[in-house]
T-cell receptor, first 110, second 114 residues
Framework: AQRVTQPEKLLSVFKGAPVELKCNYS??????LFWYVQYSRQRLQLLLR??SRESIKGFTADLNKGETSFHLKKPFAQEEDSAMYYC????????????FGKGTKLSVKP | DSGVTQTPKHLITATGQRVTLRCSPR?????VYWYQQSLDQGLQFLIQ???????AKGNILERFSAQQFPDLHSELNLSSLELGDSALYFC?????????????FGPGTRLTVL
């Protein structure tokens, strides 16, 4: 079964501390992995996709096929990073829909 | 704003009723996806349309139906509403139908069933 697991509902850190939001997936094949972010009162927006291997707003994520993980990391958290973060996967080929984890709320304290 | 738009923002109705949610995709996008976000189930895929045709179905109840019109806007119809249908309903659009196309989300419609 296709599944995305985000084990932490809430993650609270202090400004300047490192952040790691965990994501594990279950999929037989080669999925695309994404991180979406939802800031307060804003719509869901794409933060990262594994195929682009880029860093956005200081965040990076590496796909580990052996551990079936796609953890999101940032070395120094900022208060403006406070938001809901959703990990999602999409099967390859013609399958377009996303399968989301339940999300992790990141709170960065001053 | 040329992004995905959804109407209405909020909808309050009673059990047993029928409602229609509307979504207009970004200009040029041919695919529309509907997702339901509830506290217990999280974000779940309901259905996808591509250029007017149903493309994929997810966890969509038989009481729910959708369509995509020639102008590419989409409507999600929810009937015989139950308390458990209370949720945020998101629409997303993308250029293509499958992998490789980024999905852009609308602001959502919050449905409350009393």
């Amino acid at each position: 079964a296709q599944r995305v697991t985000q084990p932490e509902k809430l993650l609270s850190v202090f400004k300047g501390a490192p952040v790691e939001l965990k994501c594990n997936y279950s999929y037989s094949g080669s999925p695309e992995l994404f991180w979406y972010v939802q800031y307060s009162r804003q719509r869901l927006q794409l933060l990262l996709r594994h195929i682009s291997r880029e860093s956005i707003k200081g965040f990076t994520a590496d796909l580990n096929k052996g551990e079936t993980s796609f953890h999101l990391k940032k070395p120094f958290a900022q208060e403006e990073d406070s938001a809901m973060y959703y990990c999602a996967l999409r099967g390859g080929g013609s399958q377009g829909n996303l399968i989301f984890g339940k999300g992790t709320k990141l709170s960065v304290k001053p | 704003d040329s992004g995905v738009t959804q109407t209405p923002k909020h909808l309050i109705t009673a059990t047993g009723q029928r409602v229609t949610l509307r979504c207009s995709p970004r200009s040029g996008d041919l695919s529309v996806y509907w997702y339901q976000q509830s506290l217990d189930q999280g974000l779940q895929f309901l259905i996808q349309y591509y250029n007017g045709e149903e493309r994929a179905k997810g966890n969509i109840l038989e009481r729910f139906s959708a369509q995509q019109f020639p102008d590419l806007h989409s409507e999600l119809n929810l009937s015989s509403l139950e308390l458990g249908d209370s949720a945020l309903y998101f629409c997303a659009s993308s250029v293509g139908a499958g992998s490789g196309s980024e999905q852009f989300f609308g602001p959502g419609t919050r449905l409350t069933v009393l």
